[in-house]
């Protein structure tokens, strides 16, 4: 079929058509379901969700706020009964209670929350583990399962691998360095090859606020974060967020976190090798030599990729022996040569700059002051990176870089100033081995409205008005090697179109050909995807539906009640608009994207 069917393209499928409104649209012939919203029960003693009679307790067992990463471990390797595995980011509280948000002579105000909806909030970050189902074609979640379990921003934690037991880390809560309750805005993660959940700690600046006693220690350590944000009420009930009364808390966040789905009494762990920034993802993939290599973006503009490997290898046969790889290994940031080549810088203690004259005294140091250290090691400034994707089909590495229109001065591979639509770099490790220390790297697509010539945007002649996109945030690469890229930015203001999840091609002659296959309601940001091994369901992240200001048919900031824009996905008067995980099925069965 002509229409479905680009020359060369690894995809095919009827574009979905670009644009905005109320509801969610999917390519033709093909179901989008509502599989989980913000409340509905996760653990097997969760209530159903009430949305004005909300608890910080019935939170605790529900579907948390604003789902970002979704993951799938199949059970007994199956693509229709497995564990879903998803991030909630952070929360929305002009989105979230009733009555928060006054409006009065034009001006919004949000009144302080109370204890009990910070408690709210905090039970809503984290994550969710289910065990779903699919039962005559449709998913669902299992009720009563083992698996079902839910992760707050209060959950007990260990902390491991270098920086575990670090004087940096001790709390009045905690004199050992070793335990922390919770973890905080976890944006996109990953899926280890032997089956684990990791968490990427970004945003957690934003929940601290006060200040750091005089000439504290740890002053330019914070500064280098923008740190404490001060976002958040959530240090009116909880000193531990507060600064100045707990000092070294925040470096307890901004780590990648491993949790074992497949027991539901599991302690989770902070993985300190991996480095402490505002962690994007974690993607893995093995290297030829059996060594696992995790990909991830600190995302913030002018800030770096990394890569980190483990010293030890994967073992396919014994699970239990690869539980601690992620303890041991070496973090890499990247350096972008002009001349398409590129290096991995070690961040290692005593190697190059990162000495005791630069304050380092050890690992630990290295690791807790990461931006610092890649900063004297000469790393690429990047247009703030998000989720990198490994594809072990052809060699490469995908990396979105979402926007940065702070830049002035361009590099090779940030090469456009003022970069308000993205780009993503595509990078060839050296010998197609994901370890290796080398390699080479080009441009794979610089994003925006091709129609627009000033704005610079390199998809093929043969991507439609509605195939192109900006602002690049999540990625998947399938089980069959091709690229989905899902965005996070676009807006009726700025676009003219909703965020959504686009079709990428990669190789031959149709590569930089983009086409939409989801978009979602207004307000929005597109995050997942998550393909199933078998790619008949696609599971996808809506995310703070309904939120964005004044940007759509002059509604102003909507809230629970005066939300004039969507009550997705319910649509109805007593729900608020929710965030939600979606499945994505081909009518009839079959391949996604595919004829
Ligand atoms: Fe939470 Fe970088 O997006
Ligand atoms: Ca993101
Ligand atoms: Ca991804
Ligand atoms: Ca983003």
New binding site residues.
């Given amino acids: 079929d002509e229409a479905l069917a680009q020359e060369g393209s690894a995809f095919s499928f009827e574009e979905a058509i670009a644009g905005v409104d109320a509801d969610h649209h999917v390519a033709p012939g093909y179901y989008a379901d509502i599989l989980m919203r913000w409340g509905d029960p996760v653990t097997n003693d969760a209530p159903e969700f009430d949305p004005t009679a909300q608890t910080a307790a019935a939170q605790a067992g529900q579907f948390g706020y604003n789902n970002?990463y979704v993951g799938y471990v199949p059970l007994d390797g199956s693509s229709e009964h497995g564990l879903l595995l998803v991030n909630h980011e952070y929360t929305n509280a002009h989105l979230m209670f009733p009555g928060i948000v006054e409006i009065a002579d034009e001006e919004v105000n949000q009144k302080p929350l109370t204890e009990e909806q910070v408690n709210i909030e905090i039970m809503a970050h984290g994550g969710s583990v289910i065990e779903i189902e699919k039962v005559d074609g449709k998913w669902q979640r299992v009720a009563g399962s083992p698996y079902n379990r839910r992760i707050t921003g209060e959950t007990e934690m260990d902390i491991t691998g270098p920086v575990a037991g670090h004087d940096r880390l001790k709390t009045s809560q905690d004199d050992t360095g070793r335990r922390v309750l919770g973890t905080l805005n976890n944006?996109?993660g990953g899926t280890t090859p032997w089956g684990t959940y990791l968490m990427a700690e970004e945003n957690f600046h934003g929940y601290f606020a006060g200040d750091l006693p005089e000439g504290h220690k740890e002053a330019a350590n914070y500064e280098r974060l923008g740190a404490p944000g001060g976002w958040y009420e959530w240090h009116n009930f909880h000193d531990r967020f507060d600064v100045s009364k707990e000092p070294n808390e925040m470096n307890r966040f901004g780590w990648v976190v491993e949790v074992d789905p497949m027991d539901a009494s599991s302690t989770p762990k902070k993985r300190t090798a991996l480095g402490r920034f505002k962690h994007?993802g974690a993607e893995s993939i093995v290297a030829p030599d059996g060594r696992v290599v995790f990909y991830s973006g600190d995302?913030e503009r002018f800030d770096y990729v990394y890569k980190f490997v483990t010293s030890g290898t994967y073992n396919a046969d014994d699970r239990a022996a690869n539980m601690d790889l992620l303890d041991d290994g070496t973090l890499y940031v990247a350096r972008f040569d002009e001349d398409g080549s590129m290096e991995w810088l070690p961040v290692v203690f005593g190697e190059g700059p990162l000495t005791e004259e630069n304050g380092f005294e050890s690992q630990a140091d290295v690791l807790i002051e990461t931006r610092r250290a890649a900063d004297l090691l000469g790393a690429t400034p990047m247009d703030r990176p998000?989720?990198i994707q490994p594809n072990e089909t052809n060699g490469r590495v995908y990396v979105m870089l979402t926007n940065n229109t702070n830049r002035e001065e361009p590099n090779a591979a940030n090469p456009r100033v003022d970069n308000a639509f993205g780009h993503i770099v595509e990078i060839h490790e050296a010998d197609g081995d994901f370890a290796a220390t080398s390699g080479t790297w080009e441009i794979l697509l610089q994003c925006g409205d091709p129609s627009i010539a000033e704005v610079g945007a390199t998809f093929s002649s043969a991507t439609t008005e509605n195939g192109w996109f900006g602002m690049p945030?999540?990625a998947a690469v399938d089980s069959d090697g091709r690229l989905w890229v899902s965005t996070?930015g676009n807006s009726p203001a700025g676009t003219g179109r909703t965020d959504g999840l686009w079709a990428v091609d990669t190789e031959g002659a149709a590569r930089g050909t983009s086409k939409l296959f989801y978009r979602v309601p207004v307000g929005a940001e597109m995050?997942g995807p998550l393909p199933t091994p078998d790619l008949t369901t696609f599971f996808v992240a809506v995310q703070h539906p309904g939120d964005g200001g004044d940007d759509w048919e002059g509604h102003g900031r909507p809230s629970y009640y005066e939300d004039l824009s969507t009550r997705w996905p319910d649509f109805r008067d007593d729900m608020p608009v929710r965030p939600a995980v979606v499945a994505i099925t081909k009518q009839g069965g079959g391949k996604i994207g595919s004829a």
Wanted: proline content about 0%; some cysteine; charged content about 65%.
């Fill in positions: 970002d944006c996109a994007e995302d998000e989720d945030d999540n996070d995050c």
